[in-house]
């Protein structure tokens, strides 16, 4: 979708920290982190949020989360992970491409509980 900064980001037009790409995903750095490690993980094919996924889109994505969260585990030595996905700007959605926050904890520096 030519107007779509994540489908930009597939396309290497923005550039993005890479964490893990696939024949049918990409995960990269969030460009703000809300902790260390912040990534997101999004379907190469540009769906806009969950209730546009298909089976195979969703299958293919989430297959490959605990991968990429036992990654982050080892580069951070992590104590906990939280997923987060918003769908729609009632729900904080502020980027139309579907994506999954996975978002490391650190503990007490992570500023909060
Ligand atoms: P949402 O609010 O839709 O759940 O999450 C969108 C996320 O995309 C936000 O956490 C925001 O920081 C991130 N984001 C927005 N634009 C860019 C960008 O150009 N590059 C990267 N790496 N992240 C972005
Ligand atoms: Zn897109």
């Known amino acids: 979708m030519s107007d779509c900064i994540f489908c930009k980001i ?7 920290s890479k964490v893990y790409e696939d024949e049918h995903v990409y995960a990269f750095l969030d460009i703000s982190q809300v ?7 999004i379907p190469k094919t540009h769906k806009k949020d ?5 089976p195979e889109i969703a299958a293919n994505l989430f297959s490959v989360v605990p991968k990429i969260a036992n990654a982050i585990r080892d580069t951070y030595s992590l104590k ?12 904080g959605q502020s980027v ?13 520096e992570d500023g909060f509980k």
């Open 50 to 54: 969950l209730h546009e996924l298909t």
């Open 80 to 91: 906990g992970v939280n997923l987060l996905n918003n769908n729609g700007e009632f729900a």
């Open 96 to 108: 139309f491409h579907y994506h999954l926050h996975i978002l490391p904890r650190h503990g007490e």
């Open 10 to 16: 597939i396309d290497g037009e923005i550039p993005s």
């Open 35 to 41: 902790t260390k490690g912040h990534t997101l993980v």
